[in-house]
Structure formats: C-alpha cells, structure tokens
Nanobody
Framework: QVQLVESGGGSVQSGGSLRLSCAASGFTYSSYSMAWFRQAPGKQREGVAAVDSNGSTSYSDSVKGRFTISRDNAKNTLYLQMNSLKPEDTAMYYC???????????????????WGQGTQVTVSS
C-alpha cells in the first residue's frame, strides 16, 4: 500500500538547520509531484515547497531562500533542507504526493492524493 514516512524533525534554536526526509513506497514515485506542507497549532495547513516530476520547484515566499526541496528518484525519497530557521517555522511538517503536475496550484492541499503522518519541527528563539 502507499506509504509516506517523514523523518528528521526535532528541536533547534533560531538560525539552526534541519533536513527532513520523506520515504515513499507503493506508487510510482518518479511520476508524482511531491510537496511539503506544514501546520502550526490553530493555523491552516500551508504549502511550503513543491517539486514536480520533471524537477521544477516552487516555494512559499516565507521560506524562499532558506529552504530547499529536492528529490532522489533512485531512493524514492523527498527532502527539505531548512536553513536559517525561525520560531515561526515551528509546525508539524507533512509530505504529500499528487499524480497531477503541481504547477501554479501546488499550494492546494486537495490536489494531493497521499499524505504522510508528519514530523514535528520546533524552533526556539
């Protein structure tokens, strides 16, 4: 069955770095667009970054220049390198997969067929 398993979350101080991973199985990973979303307590889930099957990437303005999304199709794994972390980056981070091209609607959670269980990122000031 389809599985998306996130790892790499944790607690860091402001200015620190973390790398999240998402191991995918049960579907043709290389053909899917992938994304990272996050949700802080009391807030809506928001798109952080996405990468299409062709490698095109998109980022939210709040993380552009600090976060890098990448994928390794040989390992069926998605990554999110997070640098210069801020307290406002504190959230549960989820990876998601869609058979559609992420495109300009990449932030729309309803477009994603599969979701992981999430990994917590906490940034202290």
């Amino acid at each position: 069955q389809v599985q998306l398993v996130e790892s790499g979350g944790g607690s860091v101080q402001s200015g620190g770095s973390l790398r999240l991973s998402c191991a995918a199985s049960g579907f043709t990973y290389s053909s899917y667009s992938m994304a990272w979303f996050r949700q802080a307590p009391g807030k809506q889930r928001e798109g952080v970054a996405a990468v299409d099957s062709n490698g095109s990437t998109s980022y939210s303005d709040s993380v552009k220049g600090r976060f890098t999304i990448s994928r390794d199709n040989a390992k069926n794994t998605l990554y999110l390198q997070m640098n210069s972390l801020k307290p406002e980056d504190t959230a549960m981070y989820y990876c998601a997969a869609t058979a559609c091209s992420a495109g300009v609607l990449w932030r729309s959670a309803f477009r994603y067929n599969y979701w992981g269980q999430g990994t917590q990122v906490t940034v202290s000031s």
